[in-house]
Nanobody, 114 residues
Framework: QVRLVESGGGLVQPGGSLRLSCAASGSSFSFNVMGWYRQAPGAQRELVASIATGGTTNYADSLKGRFTISRDNATNTVYLQMNSLKPDVTAVYYC????????WGQGTQVTVSS
């Protein structure tokens, strides 16, 4: 059974940085695409970034240049480096993976506040 375990969220001051991690397990096949969505209070869940096995990346337009997604195919781990954080990125961040189906992580809270 596919399982995604996230870590790295928390409270950070404006201008700070966080790195989210998501380790995937439970599949005999490679995770074709991994990435992150986020959901702010009262808003719909939206795509943050994705990365394919070969390294092709895709970002939400509003986050290009601020966030960097990467992955380690050997460990099926995807990372989201978030720099110069502003309060508007406060949300629950969900990892996802595509492999013969779509799977979600449990979510990790990111709060940017002074």
């Amino acid at each position: 059974q596919v399982r995604l375990v996230e870590s790295g969220g928390g409270l950070v001051q404006p201008g700070g940085s966080l790195r989210l991690s998501c380790a995937a397990s439970g599949s005999s096949f490679s995770f074709n695409v991994m990435g992150w969505y986020r959901q702010a209070p009262g808003a719909q869940r939206e795509l943050v970034a994705s990365i394919a096995t070969g390294g092709t990346t895709n970002y939400a337009d509003s986050l290009k240049g601020r966030f960097t997604i990467s992955r380690d195919n050997a460990t099926n781990t995807v990372y989201l480096q978030m720099n110069s954080l502003k309060p508007d990125v406060t949300a629950v961040y969900y990892c996802y993976a595509l492999v013969w189906g779509f799977y979600w992580g449990q979510g990790t809270q990111v709060t940017v506040s002074s």
